[in-house]
């Protein structure tokens, strides 16, 4: 029996449009393994677009992308656009608008890919995570006064509910209880002592609900150390928006850098996104060189949230005997990003 799934495709800036071409051949590769086929669409939001038009992500797409199963997106960013035009207009409004509360972000080292960590392995480093993504700084909360003069005064509000945090935590619980190890929560409660004070009374509570999961808290400062000191420490980690980010770009930098690193972006309830971690990167955009395991492996993840786990299994096991067995030479200049492609897609079979 064969199932289709529509899935809507934005390319977006830089290398997007390159990496987003790869990750589509793995997916309809191990989709056609498992009896799955993908009707796509194409999107043309990003920087050009919206130099052409003005237009960022109408509301009119939004509704479209909703009816879906999932979204696949290359980068959005372009240094010649003014900061955070692209950048709010697309991906925060996705992820807002779209209510896509849980930004889930593996750390993963791979076999074949030296970590910058001295006598790190594959079994050293392997860590999921779950980035609270429609609260805190992101939601753009404030405003600047007397804006261009020396007596500027500018707000960012970090907002954090009960109800943001009660839900991203539990997603958070019930991915350590899949995955086995602690669940730590990384905050800076002893500062924030107003907004993450509510993060640690929510993530007490609703541990009490699951009594067979170990937790830690951990300090934002004191996690950077640990994650490149004693990266085996840990194994789920929830925490705020903004953190998250951070962490998550350290992480990606012990595994190996931002040519590994998957993210999806999910609403449990709704249609899911799903994005390399990395950005569009200008500088080597339209050359062929930009590593596309970060978007295959983005796919792999959008395989197991829209009910193939299976066929995103089979991806990250193509993926790692790709690596493992060095039939994907990393050294700069040696293969081309569809190179790597064909060379994962090969693989798979
Ligand atoms: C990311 C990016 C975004 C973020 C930017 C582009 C708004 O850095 O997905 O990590 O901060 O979330
Ligand atoms: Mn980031």
Redesign the pocket.
């Known amino acids: 029996m064969s199932t289709t799934h529509s899935i809507a495709v934005i390319g977006g800036d830089g290398i997007g449009p390159e990496v987003t071409a790869e990750a589509l051949k793995a997916l309809r590769a191990a989709g056609a393994q498992h009896g799955i086929s993908f009707e796509t669409t194409d999107y043309p939001f990003g920087g050009a677009h919206w130099k052409r038009t003005g237009e960022t992500l109408p509301s009119s797409a939004l509704d479209e992308l909703r009816r879906h199963d999932a979204i696949l997106l290359g980068a959005?960013?372009d240094p010649t656009t003014p900061p955070g035009v692209l950048?709010?207009g697309i991906?925060?409004r996705m992820r807002f608008a779209l209510d896509l509360y849980i930004?889930l972000r593996p750390i993963k080292l791979l076999p074949g890919v030296r970590s910058p960590l001295r006598d790190r392995g594959p079994e050293d480093i392997d860590i999921v995570i779950v980035r609270e993504n429609t609260q805190d700084v992101?939601i753009g909360a404030g405003g600047t006064v007397h804006e261009g003069t020396r007596n500027a005064v500018a707000l960012q509000q970090v907002v954090e509910t009960h109800f943001g945090i009660e839900r991203c935590v539990r997603y958070a619980f019930e991915t350590a209880q899949r995955r086995g190890g602690p669940l730590h929560l990384c905050d800076k409660a002893n500062v924030l002592t107003h907004a993450h004070g509510l993060w640690r009374r929510v993530f007490a509570e609703v541990a009490t609900e699951y009594p067979d999961v170990k937790t830690g808290e951990v300090l934002v400062d004191a996690m950077c150390m640990y994650l490149v000191s004693q990266p085996e420490r840990f194994r789920t980690v929830v925490t705020t928006?903004m953190f998250g980010?951070i962490i998550?770009?350290l992480g990606a930098g012990i595994a190996g850098g931002m040519g590994f690193a998957a993210?999806a972006n999910l609403n449990p309830g709704g249609v899911s996104m799903f994005?390399p971690?990395h950005?569009s990167a200008p500088d080597i955009a339209g050359q062929g060189k930009a590593n596309p395991i970060a978007a295959i492996l983005s796919a792999a993840l959008l395989l197991d949230t829209i009910g193939h786990p299976e066929a995103g299994e089979a991806i990250r096991t193509a993926v790692n005997t790709a690596l493992g067995e060095g039939w994907i030479d990393l050294s700069p200049g040696a293969l081309t990003t569809s190179q790597i492609g064909d060379i994962i897609v090969g693989s798979l079979a």
């Open positions: 959005v960013g950048e709010q991906l925060l930004n992101y928006n980010d998550a770009d993210s994005e971690v950005g």
